[in-house]
């Protein structure tokens, strides 16, 4: 399939490291936070509490669905005013949180796949979640990262897509979105003018989904990012080259 990609837009969960298990470990350390510095609010809402309560104040706020950060600071302070707690630790609650939101463990061909990509092309991240980039050490390989939050709307709004082929000064018929959900990176950068790679990484099981949609399919299909990589290296200078000069 011969198209000029001049960029790539990089989704983050569960494209270059599992969110999973970042989620588990985030309910974990703030239930045992909450033990620590307000055990009346642990008491009334251990994990699956406040799990429902973050399903609920979402439900409440539908304006700010995009703005993950913004509801997890409304269910810690909804969970310790409702239990009696001290209102005023939100902020702490919520920087325990934000710490184990970003310690993340990359799947193990991702960075050197990364390293390999930005080598060649300018990489903006773009993410419906509140990764940072910077405190977990990966921005050096990014020329940009636009999240949902400091957008105003999420994938696979159209413009979150071309807000981010705007920071990449690139045409979004030469940026490549690389994502791993085909409704959100796939189907949004599809129809917002990108070309669109769908990463399809085995489950556990050693299965892998089935494309859902008839209407429309991604450009390029791989299982890692290495096989990305790959292919950007073996495509002809034409299809694959940088925007920027080797020394920006």
């Given amino acids: ?9 990089l989704d983050l969960d569960d494209t270059v490291w599992p969110f999973a298990p970042i989620g ?23 994990i699956e509490a406040m799990r429902a309560l973050r399903e609920r104040v979402a439900g409440e706020h539908p304006a700010l669905a995009h703005d993950m950060s913004a509801l997890r600071r409304l269910t810690l302070e909804a969970a310790l005013r409702e239990s009696g707690g001290d209102v005023a630790l939100a902020e702490a609650a919520y920087e325990a949180f934000f710490a184990e939101r970003n310690r993340v463990e990359c799947y193990p061909d991702a960075i050197d796949a990364l390293e390999r990509i930005s080598a060649r092309l300018p990489i903006a ?26 957008f105003g709307s999420a994938k696979p709004d159209p413009a979150i897509f071309l807000e981010a082929c705007r920071l990449l000064e690139t045409p979004p018929q030469q940026v490549l979105h690389v994502g791993d959900h085909p409704d959100a990176d796939v189907a949004g950068a599809a129809r917002a003018g990108l070309r669109s790679c769908w990463i399809n990484r085995a489950g556990d099981d050693g299965s892998r989904a089935r494309w859902p949609h008839a209407d429309i399919e991604p450009d390029l299909h791989f299982d890692s ?4 990589a790959d292919w950007l290296e073996a495509a002809p200078p034409a299809l694959a080259a940088r925007t920027r000069s080797p020394h920006a």
């Fill in 125 to 150: 991240a773009l993410s419906n979640g509140n990764a940072d980039l910077a405190r977990i050490g990966l921005d050096h390989l990014f020329t940009a990262q636009l999240s949902a939050c400091s």
């Fill in 24 to 46: 588990a470990r985030i309910e974990r350390v703030l239930d045992d936070w909450m033990r620590r510095h307000s055990p009346a609010t642990a008491d009334m809402f251990p």
């Fill in 225 to 228: 990012l290495a096989a990305l």
């Fill in 1 to 9: 399939m011969a198209f000029a990609v001049r960029a790539i837009t």
